[in-house]
Protein backbone atom coordinates (compact mmCIF):
# COMPACT_ATOMS: atom_id res chain seq x y z
CA UNK A 1 0.00 0.00 0.00
CA UNK A 2 0.75 3.46 -0.84
CA UNK A 3 1.97 5.50 2.24
CA UNK A 4 -0.21 8.27 1.10
CA UNK A 5 -3.23 6.01 0.88
CA UNK A 6 -4.33 6.06 4.62
CA UNK A 7 -3.46 9.62 5.39
CA UNK A 8 -5.97 10.77 2.21
CA UNK A 9 -8.44 7.95 3.67
CA UNK A 10 -8.17 10.23 6.55
CA UNK A 11 -8.58 13.16 5.05
CA UNK A 12 -11.70 11.51 3.26
CA UNK A 13 -13.32 11.41 6.52
CA UNK A 14 -13.90 15.13 7.39
CA UNK A 15 -15.27 15.87 4.07
CA UNK A 16 -18.79 14.67 5.57
CA UNK A 17 -21.20 13.94 5.26
CA UNK A 18 -21.30 12.38 8.36
CA UNK A 19 -19.24 13.27 11.19
CA UNK A 20 -16.17 11.80 12.18
CA UNK A 21 -16.64 10.06 15.81
CA UNK A 22 -12.80 9.83 16.83
CA UNK A 23 -12.31 7.12 19.71
CA UNK A 24 -8.30 8.12 21.09
CA UNK A 25 -6.49 5.47 22.77
CA UNK A 26 -3.41 5.24 24.00
CA UNK A 27 -1.07 2.02 23.60
CA UNK A 28 -1.23 -0.42 21.22
CA UNK A 29 -4.13 -2.83 22.66
CA UNK A 30 -6.83 0.21 23.27
CA UNK A 31 -5.72 1.11 19.39
CA UNK A 32 -6.66 -2.33 18.61
CA UNK A 33 -9.81 -2.72 20.33
CA UNK A 34 -11.02 0.32 18.99
CA UNK A 35 -10.12 -0.49 15.61
CA UNK A 36 -12.34 -4.15 16.15
CA UNK A 37 -15.56 -2.30 16.85
CA UNK A 38 -15.35 -0.57 13.53
CA UNK A 39 -13.65 2.54 13.93
CA UNK A 40 -12.70 3.91 10.15
CA UNK A 41 -10.03 5.66 12.01
CA UNK A 42 -8.44 5.79 15.60
CA UNK A 43 -6.15 8.39 17.34
CA UNK A 44 -4.15 9.25 20.72
CA UNK A 45 -4.65 10.76 23.54
CA UNK A 46 -1.78 13.01 24.51
CA UNK A 47 -2.96 12.67 27.97
CA UNK A 48 -3.61 9.01 28.49
CA UNK A 49 -0.33 8.48 26.79
CA UNK A 50 1.25 10.28 29.40
CA UNK A 51 -0.73 8.33 32.33
CA UNK A 52 0.00 4.92 30.73
CA UNK A 53 3.79 5.93 31.14
CA UNK A 54 3.13 7.48 34.51
CA UNK A 55 3.44 10.99 33.45
CA UNK A 56 1.38 13.91 33.60
CA UNK A 57 -0.01 15.79 31.03
CA UNK A 58 1.35 19.25 29.47
CA UNK A 59 4.46 18.14 27.22
CA UNK A 60 6.11 16.29 29.66
CA UNK A 61 6.30 12.73 27.97
CA UNK A 62 9.14 12.15 26.77
CA UNK A 63 9.13 12.22 22.81
CA UNK A 64 10.86 8.74 22.40
CA UNK A 65 8.17 7.15 24.76
CA UNK A 66 5.60 9.32 22.29
CA UNK A 67 7.14 7.88 18.92
CA UNK A 68 7.31 4.18 20.43
CA UNK A 69 3.87 4.77 21.37
CA UNK A 70 2.68 6.10 17.88
CA UNK A 71 4.51 2.70 16.24
CA UNK A 72 3.39 0.11 18.40
CA UNK A 73 -0.54 1.32 18.14
CA UNK A 74 0.20 1.42 14.15
CA UNK A 75 1.33 -1.71 13.76
CA UNK A 76 -1.36 -3.05 15.45
CA UNK A 77 -4.05 -2.05 13.56
CA UNK A 78 -4.99 -1.43 9.62
CA UNK A 79 -7.00 1.75 10.25
CA UNK A 80 -5.63 5.54 9.68
CA UNK A 81 -3.73 6.79 13.34
CA UNK A 82 -3.50 10.63 14.07
CA UNK A 83 -1.81 11.56 16.89
CA UNK A 84 -1.93 14.15 19.64
CA UNK A 85 1.46 15.60 20.11
CA UNK A 86 0.47 18.64 22.38
CA UNK A 87 2.23 21.76 21.44
CA UNK A 88 5.50 19.86 19.72
CA UNK A 89 7.48 19.33 22.80
CA UNK A 90 8.88 22.24 22.22
CA UNK A 91 9.44 25.87 20.99
CA UNK A 92 11.61 25.45 18.31
CA UNK A 93 9.76 24.80 15.17
CA UNK A 94 13.05 22.79 14.13
CA UNK A 95 13.03 20.97 16.52
CA UNK A 96 8.97 20.14 16.25
CA UNK A 97 9.66 19.59 12.62
CA UNK A 98 12.09 16.92 13.68
CA UNK A 99 9.76 15.31 15.80
CA UNK A 100 6.74 15.43 13.54
CA UNK A 101 9.03 13.33 10.94
CA UNK A 102 9.61 11.00 13.74
CA UNK A 103 5.76 10.90 14.28
CA UNK A 104 5.30 10.25 10.76
CA UNK A 105 7.72 7.60 9.92
CA UNK A 106 6.13 5.54 13.36
CA UNK A 107 3.24 5.37 11.00
CA UNK A 108 0.58 8.79 12.00
CA UNK A 109 -1.23 10.61 8.86
CA UNK A 110 -2.79 12.81 11.11
CA UNK A 111 -1.43 15.01 14.56
CA UNK A 112 -3.26 17.38 16.75
CA UNK A 113 -1.06 20.17 17.56
CA UNK A 114 -2.09 22.75 20.19
CA UNK A 115 -1.48 26.68 21.25
CA UNK A 116 -1.87 25.96 24.86
CA UNK A 117 -3.39 29.46 25.41
CA UNK A 118 -0.36 31.18 24.41
CA UNK A 119 0.07 33.60 21.36
CA UNK A 120 -1.09 32.34 18.24
CA UNK A 121 1.88 32.65 16.24
CA UNK A 122 4.34 30.13 17.72
CA UNK A 123 1.63 27.88 16.58
CA UNK A 124 1.54 29.26 12.93
CA UNK A 125 5.27 28.41 13.04
CA UNK A 126 4.75 25.12 13.77
CA UNK A 127 2.18 24.06 11.48
CA UNK A 128 4.62 25.08 8.95
CA UNK A 129 7.07 22.99 10.19
CA UNK A 130 4.83 20.46 10.07
CA UNK A 131 4.47 21.26 6.49
CA UNK A 132 7.99 20.82 6.00
CA UNK A 133 8.36 17.19 7.37
CA UNK A 134 4.81 16.12 5.33
CA UNK A 135 7.03 17.39 2.38
CA UNK A 136 9.99 15.84 3.59
CA UNK A 137 8.00 12.41 4.34
CA UNK A 138 6.15 12.42 1.38
CA UNK A 139 3.26 11.74 3.52
CA UNK A 140 -0.04 14.37 2.88
CA UNK A 141 -0.55 14.72 7.01
CA UNK A 142 -3.52 16.18 7.98
CA UNK A 143 -2.41 18.99 10.57
CA UNK A 144 -5.51 19.54 13.09
CA UNK A 145 -4.66 22.96 15.29
CA UNK A 146 -5.89 23.23 18.73
CA UNK A 147 -6.78 26.45 20.07
CA UNK A 148 -7.27 26.55 23.97
CA UNK A 149 -9.33 29.61 23.69
CA UNK A 150 -12.42 27.55 26.23
CA UNK A 151 -10.05 25.39 27.66
CA UNK A 152 -7.93 28.31 29.24
CA UNK A 153 -11.02 30.58 29.32
CA UNK A 154 -9.22 33.17 27.62
CA UNK A 155 -12.58 35.02 26.76
CA UNK A 156 -16.37 33.97 26.77
CA UNK A 157 -19.38 33.85 24.54
CA UNK A 158 -19.48 36.21 21.21
CA UNK A 159 -15.54 37.28 22.37
CA UNK A 160 -14.42 33.90 22.60
CA UNK A 161 -15.90 33.07 19.18
CA UNK A 162 -13.99 36.06 17.77
CA UNK A 163 -10.48 34.88 19.20
CA UNK A 164 -10.85 31.18 18.08
CA UNK A 165 -11.51 33.03 14.71
CA UNK A 166 -8.83 35.47 14.42
CA UNK A 167 -6.28 32.25 15.45
CA UNK A 168 -8.01 30.21 12.66
CA UNK A 169 -7.16 32.43 10.02
CA UNK A 170 -3.43 32.43 11.00
CA UNK A 171 -3.73 28.29 11.59
CA UNK A 172 -5.19 28.17 8.14
CA UNK A 173 -2.70 30.92 6.35
CA UNK A 174 0.32 28.74 7.99
CA UNK A 175 -1.18 25.25 6.51
CA UNK A 176 -3.62 24.05 8.95
CA UNK A 177 -6.29 21.27 7.92
CA UNK A 178 -8.62 21.16 10.52
CA UNK A 179 -9.44 23.22 13.80
CA UNK A 180 -10.21 21.68 17.18
CA UNK A 181 -11.59 23.78 19.73
CA UNK A 182 -11.33 21.74 22.94
CA UNK A 183 -14.20 23.12 25.74
CA UNK A 184 -16.80 24.47 23.15
CA UNK A 185 -20.23 23.31 23.73
CA UNK A 186 -22.88 25.99 23.13
CA UNK A 187 -24.66 25.19 20.08
CA UNK A 188 -24.62 29.15 18.63
CA UNK A 189 -20.82 29.13 19.48
CA UNK A 190 -20.11 26.03 17.47
CA UNK A 191 -22.24 27.28 14.38
CA UNK A 192 -20.26 30.75 14.30
CA UNK A 193 -17.29 28.51 14.32
CA UNK A 194 -18.45 26.29 11.40
CA UNK A 195 -19.41 29.37 9.39
CA UNK A 196 -16.70 31.30 10.01
CA UNK A 197 -13.34 29.67 10.28
CA UNK A 198 -13.20 28.06 6.68
CA UNK A 199 -11.38 24.56 8.08
CA UNK A 200 -13.07 21.00 9.15
CA UNK A 201 -14.16 22.11 13.21
CA UNK A 202 -13.45 19.43 15.27
CA UNK A 203 -15.01 19.60 18.87
CA UNK A 204 -14.08 17.22 22.03
CA UNK A 205 -16.90 15.32 23.92
CA UNK A 206 -17.69 17.20 27.04
CA UNK A 207 -21.21 16.91 29.42
CA UNK A 208 -23.14 19.88 28.01
CA UNK A 209 -21.84 18.79 24.52
CA UNK A 210 -24.82 18.04 21.95
CA UNK A 211 -25.30 14.38 20.13
CA UNK A 212 -23.27 13.93 17.63
CA UNK A 213 -26.21 14.00 15.20
CA UNK A 214 -27.17 17.47 16.84
CA UNK A 215 -23.68 18.77 16.12
CA UNK A 216 -23.29 17.21 12.25
CA UNK A 217 -26.57 19.41 11.82
CA UNK A 218 -24.32 22.07 12.52
CA UNK A 219 -21.96 20.99 10.64
CA UNK A 220 -19.12 19.82 13.17
CA UNK A 221 -16.68 17.32 10.73
CA UNK A 222 -15.31 15.52 13.60
CA UNK A 223 -15.96 14.30 17.81
CA UNK A 224 -13.25 13.41 19.83
CA UNK A 225 -13.66 11.43 22.65
CA UNK A 226 -9.89 13.03 24.20
CA UNK A 227 -9.41 11.73 27.82
CA UNK A 228 -13.16 10.25 28.25
CA UNK A 229 -12.08 6.38 26.91
CA UNK A 230 -9.06 6.77 29.08
CA UNK A 231 -11.07 8.29 32.21
CA UNK A 232 -13.74 5.26 31.95
CA UNK A 233 -11.25 2.79 31.55
CA UNK A 234 -9.13 3.64 34.57
CA UNK A 235 -12.72 4.39 36.76
CA UNK A 236 -13.21 0.77 35.99
CA UNK A 237 -9.88 -0.26 36.98
CA UNK A 238 -10.13 1.60 39.84
CA UNK A 239 -13.20 0.07 41.24
CA UNK A 240 -12.79 -3.13 40.77
CA UNK A 241 -8.78 -3.67 41.66
CA UNK A 242 -10.54 -1.65 44.72
CA UNK A 243 -13.55 -4.31 45.18
CA UNK A 244 -10.65 -6.92 45.17
CA UNK A 245 -8.11 -5.75 47.45
CA UNK A 246 -11.20 -5.67 50.16
CA UNK A 247 -12.82 -8.67 49.13
CA UNK A 248 -10.30 -11.19 47.71
CA UNK A 249 -13.70 -12.23 45.70
CA UNK A 250 -12.18 -14.82 42.59
CA UNK A 251 -15.95 -15.05 40.98
CA UNK A 252 -16.60 -11.11 41.53
CA UNK A 253 -13.63 -10.34 39.84
CA UNK A 254 -14.01 -12.24 36.95
CA UNK A 255 -17.82 -11.30 36.75
CA UNK A 256 -16.76 -7.83 35.33
CA UNK A 257 -15.08 -9.44 32.35
CA UNK A 258 -17.41 -10.19 29.05
CA UNK A 259 -15.43 -12.86 27.62
CA UNK A 260 -14.03 -11.06 24.86
CA UNK A 261 -10.70 -13.09 23.63
CA UNK A 262 -8.50 -10.38 23.30
CA UNK A 263 -5.27 -12.51 22.72
CA UNK A 264 -6.95 -13.11 19.16
CA UNK A 265 -6.88 -9.69 18.54
CA UNK A 266 -3.07 -9.76 18.37
CA UNK A 267 -3.52 -13.14 16.60
Do not use: C
Not at 35 to 47: D, F, I, K, M, R
Not at 130 to 139: D, F, M, P
Not at 143 to 151: E, H, K, Q, Y
Amino acid sequence: MSKTAPADTFRSLHAGPRILRLANGWDAASARLIESLGAPAVATSSAAVAWSHGYADGNHLPVDLLVQTIADAARAVSIPLTADIEGGYSDDPALVEETIVRVIDAGAVGINIEDGGGAPEPLAAKIEAARRAAERTGVPLFVNARTDVWLRKLAQGEAAVAEALRRAAIYREAGADGLFAPGVVEASEIRNLVEGAGLPLNVMARPGLAPADDLEVLGVRRLSAATGLAHAALAALKTAAADFLETGDSNGLWARSDGTDYNALFR
